[in-house]
């Protein structure tokens, strides 16, 4: 009777569940055609190139297997039937959220629109979407403010709206969503101060902010992320101090707060922060010390604390920090020794004090770093030696010590230290034959010894130097012989600058195969011989500097090949014989200085020099007019033709008005220091009988008829009024002279009008 009752029961209850079962998935498959519906409308508003982006998104018939998008590409259900995942990152799409079906898929609990070109703004509706635990919006066109109600996504565990153009203020209530474990803002145009309700999200591991325009004060709140393991608010307006309560972050690994107006002392609770790897406050107004409790960072491999208003001297305590890689402390006003614990730092492969007021010998400690890489002490007051074993780990590539106040020889570690790339020693004291102290170095590309007291020649070593892009040995007055022709070996030189030396002999001409050379400075010695024709090879020099020597005989008329020259100084030689006229193809040409030499003949047309700003020739054997076509020259600023045998008129531009012209007796104009012209006889015989009738009789008549013709042809009715009222001003020195007139008349514009009044 039992099983009978059972099995009665079992034949009733089986239409029920039917009947629920053909419910639920009739309502299931409603919902997905509704669902699917509104993807495919939002799918239509997109940009008519994109469309074909998404075939799969079609409906029956064309979409044989059903009208559900659960088979769509980006598209994952749930066992329900429902959508719960899109992803359609770095499809293409071309559209905005306008359309975007918020309330039609409600189930939805992954988002990612990220790497598209979707513009517009973030609608509110964003807010119904209350089951969303993932939304990446990422690299996008979107701007605006970021919406209020996106703040309603309390599931939310990662948001990410980085790299957009979104603006306005991060939203107050911001602190809601308190189950957000990552948080992506960077890169966009956002303002404003940083909420305070952030400090309320206490499961936030990872928090990026950088890039923005950030403002106010950080709030002290934010010591409450006690799960923060990256901060970045970096690159933005923050001021104010760093709140002290950033020490209670104990599972903080990296704070970025560089490039921001940040002020006050850096806290010493950051000392408490154990699992701190990496730490960058740069670009700021920090001041006062360096806390001595940076040294318990026990973790820390990175401190960049450059470019602040740091002061006092460097914690000995410092050296207690034994994973540290990278330490940048330049630009500061620290002073003081540098302590020896810095020896410690085995793991160092980067240390830069550069621009500081550090003061004392270079710690002989620093030499026991067997990784370091890159070792950079210039623009500081250190005393005393270079330690003798600067490169014995073989692993230097970088070392900067110029500018400070180093004496003694070269250590003869340097001479075999192979794996140089840049070396600085520069702006010393430092002695010693510079034949002798430097070997081959087949990775270096820069060097700079100037300005030392060293002697001796220079080696022809520096020609097996395959990959030497900037050679630098000037101001060394003791350093004699000749430039050595294995120079031109080192093809891939760009800077060569042994200027004010004593060298002496010819420029070799195998400087001439020095094709990548920009930049060519050797002034100040005592070279001899002309120009080798072989320099006009070098197609990629833009500052040329042979000034001071004893060079002589004519420029090579190849200069011409010199067409990204912005700078030519051939001054105090004995160059002779007239300017070619191929300077006028050095179009990039702003400062030209030929004076003090022997040149001859007249000045060449310029008026391609259209950027020549500094023109100097003074003191040569120039003679001729000054050519009309410095009146082209708009570019001109200061000019010295002074000290030649120039004749004729000024002609007239701004710049020969202000220029130094004294010592050209043949010169008039109205220049200060100059004769006004005069019209000599010879000049009068010149002139036919009719134009001297013009301009002694009838030159009211010619200015009204000008003024006409002006109106009436040219257009150029400033110049002829000018003309006319200066021909009557009262003080007869400010009046033009019967030259300068001659010369406005016969201009082309005033004889076309002339002749089209007589006709």
Same mark, same amino acid.
């Given at each position: 009777?039992?099983? /009978?009752?059972?099995?009665?029961?079992?034949?009733?209850? *089986?239409?029920? &569940?039917?009947?629920?079962?053909?419910?639920?998935?009739?309502?299931?498959?409603?919902?997905?055609?509704?669902?699917?519906?509104?993807?495919?409308?939002?799918?239509?508003?997109?940009?008519?190139?994109?469309?074909?982006?998404?075939?799969?998104?079609?409906?029956?018939?064309?979409?044989?297997?059903?009208?559900?998008?659960?088979?769509?590409?980006?598209?994952?259900?749930?066992?329900?039937?429902?959508?719960? /995942?899109?992803?359609?990152?770095?499809?293409?799409?071309?559209?905005? *959220?306008?359309?975007?079906?918020?309330?039609?898929?409600?189930?939805?609990?992954?988002?990612?629109?990220?790497?598209?070109?979707?513009?517009?703004?973030?609608?509110? %509706?964003?807010?119904?979407?209350?089951?969303?635990?993932?939304?990446?919006?990422?690299?996008?066109?979107?701007?605006?403010?970021?919406?209020?109600?996106?703040?309603?996504?309390?599931?939310?565990?990662?948001?990410?709206?980085?790299?957009?153009?979104?603006?306005? $203020?991060?939203?107050?209530?911001?602190?809601?969503?308190?189950?957000?474990?990552?948080?992506?803002?960077?890169?966009?145009? &956002?303002?404003?101060?940083?909420?305070?309700?952030?400090?309320?999200?206490?499961?936030?591991?990872?928090?990026?902010?950088?890039?923005?325009?950030?403002?106010?004060?950080?709030?002290?709140?934010?010591?409450?992320?006690?799960? *923060?393991?990256?901060?970045?608010?970096?690159?933005?307006?923050?001021?104010?101090?760093?709140? $002290?309560?950033?020490?209670?972050?104990?599972? &903080?690994?990296?704070?970025?707060?560089?490039?921001?107006?940040?002020?006050?002392?850096?806290?010493?609770?950051?000392?408490?922060?154990?699992?701190?790897?990496?730490?960058?406050?740069?670009?700021?107004?920090?001041?006062?010390?360096?806390?001595?409790?940076?040294?318990?960072?026990?973790?820390?491999?990175?401190?960049?604390?450059?470019?602040?208003?740091?002061?006092?001297?460097?914690?000995?305590? *410092?050296?207690?920090?034994? /994973?540290?890689?990278?330490?940048?402390?330049?630009?500061?006003?620290?002073?003081?020794?540098?302590?020896?614990?810095?020896?410690?730092?085995? %793991?160092?492969?980067?240390?830069?004090?550069?621009?500081?007021?550090?003061?004392?010998?270079?710690?002989?400690?620093?030499?026991?770093?067997?990784?370091?890489?890159?070792?950079?002490?210039?623009?500081?007051?250190?005393?005393?030696?270079?330690?003798?074993?600067?490169?014995?780990?073989?692993?230097?590539?970088?070392?900067?010590?110029?500018?400070?106040?180093?004496?003694?020889?070269?250590?003869?570690?340097?001479?075999?230290?192979?794996?140089?790339?840049?070396?600085?020693?520069?702006?010393? %004291?430092?002695?010693?034959?510079?034949?002798?102290?430097?070997?081959?170095?087949? +990775?270096?590309?820069?060097?700079?010894?100037?300005?030392?007291?060293?002697?001796?020649?220079?080696?022809?070593?520096?020609?097996?130097?395959?990959? #030497?892009?900037?050679?630098?040995?000037?101001?060394?007055?003791?350093?004699?012989?000749?430039?050595?022709?294995?120079?031109?070996?080192?093809?891939?030189?760009?800077?060569? +600058?042994?200027?004010?030396?004593?060298?002496?002999?010819?420029?070799?001409?195998?400087?001439?195969?020095?094709?990548?050379?920009?930049?060519?400075?050797?002034?100040?010695? %005592?070279?001899?011989?002309?120009?080798?024709?072989?320099?006009?090879?070098?197609?990629?020099?833009?500052?040329?500097?042979?000034?001071?020597?004893?060079?002589?005989? /004519?420029?090579? +008329?190849?200069?011409?090949?010199?067409?990204?020259?912005?700078?030519?100084?051939?001054?105090?030689?004995?160059?002779?014989?007239?300017?070619?006229?191929?300077?006028?193809?050095?179009?990039?040409?702003?400062?030209?200085? #030929?004076?003090?030499?022997?040149?001859?003949?007249?000045?060449?047309?310029?008026?391609?020099?259209?950027?020549?700003?500094?023109?100097?020739?003074?003191?040569?054997?120039?003679?001729?007019?000054?050519?009309?076509?410095?009146?082209?020259?708009?570019?001109?600023? $200061?000019?010295?033709?002074?000290?030649?045998?120039?004749?004729?008129?000024?002609?007239?531009?701004?710049?020969?008005?202000?220029?130094?012209?004294?010592?050209?007796?043949?010169?008039?104009?109205?220049?200060?220091?100059?004769?006004?012209?005069?019209?000599?006889?010879?000049?009068?015989?010149?002139?036919?009988?009719?134009?001297?009738?013009?301009?002694?009789?009838?030159?009211?008549?010619? $200015?009204?008829?000008?003024?006409?013709?002006?109106?009436?042809?040219?257009?150029?009715?400033?110049?002829?009024?000018?003309?006319?009222?200066?021909?009557?001003?009262?003080?007869?020195?400010?009046?033009?002279?019967?030259?300068?007139?001659?010369?406005?008349?016969?201009?082309?514009?005033?004889?076309?009008? #002339?002749?089209?009044?007589?006709?």
């Amino acid at each position: 009777m039992r099983s /009978s009752s059972c099995m009665k029961a079992h034949f009733l209850l *089986l239409p029920i &569940l039917y009947t629920i079962m053909f419910c639920v998935s009739s309502t299931g498959a409603s919902f997905s055609s509704t669902e699917a519906h509104a993807l495919l409308k939002w799918k239509a508003g997109f940009n008519h190139t994109t469309n074909i982006i998404l075939p799969s998104w079609t409906l029956y018939p064309e979409n044989k297997a059903s009208t559900s998008p659960c088979t769509w590409q980006g598209i994952v259900c749930n066992h329900g039937g429902r959508v719960h /995942s899109i992803n359609l990152t770095g499809l293409g799409v071309q559209g905005t *959220l306008q359309e975007f079906p918020f309330s039609s898929v409600p189930k939805i609990a992954y988002l990612d629109l990220s790497i598209n070109s979707l513009g517009g703004i973030i609608p509110p %509706q964003i807010g119904l979407l209350t089951r969303l635990v993932y939304l990446d919006l990422s690299t996008n066109n979107l701007y605006g403010n970021i919406p209020a109600e996106i703040c309603l996504l309390t599931s939310l565990k990662t948001l990410h709206l980085v790299e957009n153009k979104l603006n306005g $203020s991060i939203p107050q209530r911001i602190g809601q969503l308190r189950s957000l474990n990552e948080l992506a803002l960077y890169t966009n145009q &956002l303002e404003g101060p940083i909420p305070p309700s952030l400090g309320n999200l206490s499961n936030l591991t990872y928090l990026y902010m950088y890039g923005n325009s950030l403002s106010g004060s950080v709030p002290p709140e934010m010591g409450n992320l006690s799960n *923060l393991v990256e901060l970045y608010m970096d690159t933005n307006r923050l001021s104010g101090q760093i709140p $002290s309560t950033f020490g209670n972050l104990s599972k &903080l690994k990296l704070l970025y707060m560089f490039d921001n107006q940040l002020s006050g002392r850096i806290p010493p609770e950051i000392g408490n922060l154990k699992f701190l790897e990496q730490l960058c406050l740069y670009g700021n107004a920090l001041g006062g010390s360096i806390p001595a409790s940076l040294g318990g960072l026990e973790s820390l491999n990175l401190l960049f604390l450059y470019e602040n208003k740091l002061s006092g001297s460097i914690p000995q305590e *410092l050296g207690n920090l034994k /994973s540290i890689v990278d330490v940048e402390l330049s630009g500061n006003q620290l002073s003081g020794p540098v302590p020896a614990s810095i020896g410690n730092w085995s %793991q160092l492969e980067f240390l830069f004090l550069r621009s500081n007021q550090l003061s004392g010998p270079i710690p002989p400690e620093i030499t026991n770093l067997p990784k370091l890489s890159v070792l950079e002490l210039d623009n500081n007051s250190f005393t005393g030696y270079i330690p003798d074993n600067i490169c014995s780990s073989k692993s230097l590539q970088n070392l900067s010590l110029n500018d400070n106040h180093l004496t003694g020889p070269i250590p003869k570690s340097l001479r075999n230290c192979s794996s140089l790339f840049r070396l600085r020693l520069n702006g010393n %004291q430092l002695i010693g034959n510079i034949s002798q102290y430097f070997g081959v170095y087949p +990775d270096l590309h820069f060097i700079d010894l100037s300005h030392n007291n060293f002697h001796g020649e220079i080696s022809s070593n520096w020609g097996k130097c395959p990959r #030497l892009g900037t050679l630098r040995i000037a101001g060394n007055h003791d350093v004699t012989g000749s430039i050595p022709a294995e120079l031109g070996n080192c093809t891939k030189l760009e800077e060569l +600058d042994l200027s004010s030396n004593r060298l002496v002999g010819k420029i070799p001409g195998q400087i001439g195969k020095l094709t990548s050379l920009w930049k060519l400075i050797l002034g100040g010695n %005592q070279f001899s011989g002309s120009v080798p024709r072989e320099l006009g090879s070098l197609s990629s020099v833009q500052y040329l500097d042979l000034s001071s020597n004893r060079m002589s005989e /004519s420029i090579p +008329d190849n200069l011409g090949n010199w067409v990204k020259l912005f700078y030519l100084n051939l001054s105090y030689n004995n160059f002779s014989g007239s300017i070619p006229h191929e300077v006028n193809n050095l179009v990039q040409l702003s400062s030209l200085d #030929l004076s003090h030499n022997l040149f001859t003949g007249s000045i060449p047309e310029l008026r391609s020099l259209k950027s020549l700003e500094t023109l100097n020739l003074s003191y040569n054997n120039l003679n001729g007019s000054i050519p009309t076509s410095f009146e082209e020259l708009n570019a001109l600023q $200061s000019v010295d033709l002074s000290s030649n045998d120039l004749s004729g008129a000024v002609p007239y531009c701004q710049a020969l008005q202000n220029a130094t012209l004294q010592g050209n007796k043949g010169l008039c104009g109205n220049v200060s220091g100059l004769k006004p012209c005069k019209i000599a006889n010879n000049h009068n015989r010149g002139l036919g009988k009719g134009v001297r009738i013009l301009l002694m009789i009838v030159l009211p008549t010619l $200015s009204f008829v000008a003024f006409l013709c002006a109106i009436l042809v040219t257009g150029k009715l400033g110049s002829i009024i000018s003309l006319a009222f200066s021909c009557l001003n009262a003080n007869p020195q400010l009046r033009p002279d019967m030259l300068s007139v001659y010369q406005m008349v016969r201009r082309k514009e005033i004889n076309r009008c #002339l002749k089209r009044v007589h006709n």
